[in-house]
């Protein structure tokens, strides 16, 4: 324990903090990808591995407990997740912020 205290101090950029931040932060790519999955396994409802227009609009009206939804708005976000432009948003595009 002593041994870290003094290494923590006596560096400019203490290699167990280092070490514990990279640590942290790649716990925290893994949580946020995989939250990023459980909801494109929510809006994937037929686990084909992509999510269409349908499947998006189906999951937007569960996600937000609506009976309707903005269709303009709808078709801008999926055609901006749609990178490729194939009509389908694969697990690397879906990144809903
Ligand atoms: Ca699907
Ligand atoms: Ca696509």
Redesign the pocket.
């Known amino acids: 324990m002593h041994f870290c205290f003094s290494v923590v101090i006596n560096s400019n950029l203490p290699p167990l903090y280092i070490l514990t931040a990279t640590a942290i932060e790649a716990a925290r790519a893994a949580e946020k990808a995989q939250q990023i999955a459980d909801v494109f396994a929510k809006f994937d409802v037929n686990d084909d591995g992509?999510v269409t227009y349908e499947e998006l609009v189906d999951g937007l009206k569960r996600q937000f407990k609506a009976e309707t939804l903005d269709e303009k708005a709808v078709k801008r976000l999926f055609s901006d997740?749609?990178?490729?432009?194939?009509?389908?948003?694969?697990a690397s595009?879906f990144k809903l912020r």
């Open positions: 992509v997740l749609d990178k490729d432009g194939n009509e389908v948003i694969d595009e």
